[in-house]
């Protein structure tokens, strides 16, 4: 859970960096407003970078695989090509970064997590997975527009799989 945390407030701050103007007039003060948007970038990627190390606790927590590994390392890079993309001085690439990178995240990461636990024991599997499921459902939600099939999908998905485990207890 500290994880999807983690990764939801550093997009969601490379994601206001739109607003800026808007909190301004507003009177709002947001991140962005107070520490400015190179600051707010350096907040984001420290949040991100910490994202990635509980991830990779949960991993080793669960006994996952070097699959599920491979997968968070391609996260990572991800996370870096995200924040190459978007700069203080030229936001005009945030949905890229926000809607497409984070959707790519989202599903590798669980297309990883469910091949790492193939042959695994049925409980363990849909114990494991399911708390996945949950972080797939969570960025889904946050990071795809509800009438994108791919959302819709996940969250569908996790669900039935949720439905599953609790069926086998």
Same mark, same amino acid.
């Given at each position: 859970?500290?994880?999807v945390l983690?990764?939801v407030?550093?997009?969601?701050?490379?994601?206001?960096?739109?607003?800026?103007?808007?909190?301004?007039?507003?009177?709002?003060?947001?991140?962005?407003?107070?520490?400015?948007?190179?600051?707010a970038?350096?907040?984001?990627?420290?949040?991100?970078?910490?994202?990635?190390?509980?991830?990779?606790?949960f991993?080793?927590?669960?006994?996952?695989?070097?699959?599920?590994?491979?997968?968070?390392?391609?996260?990572?890079?991800?996370?870096?090509?995200?924040?190459?993309?978007?700069?203080?001085?030229?936001?005009?690439?945030?949905?890229?970064?926000? !809607?497409?990178v984070?959707?790519?995240?989202?599903?590798?990461?669980?297309?990883c997590?469910?091949?790492?636990?193939?042959?695994?024991?049925?409980?363990?599997?849909?114990?494991?997975?399911?708390?996945?499921? !949950?972080?797939?459902?969570?960025?889904g939600?946050?990071?795809?527009?509800?009438?994108?099939?791919?959302?819709? !999908?996940?969250?569908?998905?996790?669900?039935?799989?949720f439905?599953?485990?609790?069926?086998?207890?």
């Amino acid at each position: 859970a500290a994880g999807v945390l983690l990764w939801v407030a550093g997009f969601d701050i490379i994601y206001a960096l739109m607003d800026e103007e808007f909190d301004k007039t507003q009177g709002l003060h947001s991140l962005v407003v107070r520490c400015g948007k190179k600051n707010a970038l350096r907040i984001a990627f420290a949040l991100h970078g910490f994202c990635i190390v509980f991830i990779a606790l949960f991993g080793h927590a669960s006994h996952l695989g070097w699959i599920y590994f491979a997968g968070i390392t391609i996260f990572a890079g991800l996370i870096i090509y995200e924040h190459s993309i978007v700069s203080p001085e030229d936001v005009s690439r945030v949905n890229t970064a926000f !809607f497409t990178v984070n959707g790519a995240i989202s599903i590798g990461v669980l297309v990883c997590t469910i091949l790492d636990m193939r042959g695994k024991q049925p409980s363990s599997f849909f114990l494991r997975i399911t708390s996945c499921l !949950f972080f797939m459902g969570a960025c889904g939600v946050s990071a795809f527009p509800l009438n994108d099939p791919a959302s819709l !999908f996940g969250i569908l998905y996790g669900i039935i799989q949720f439905v599953i485990q609790a069926l086998n207890y």
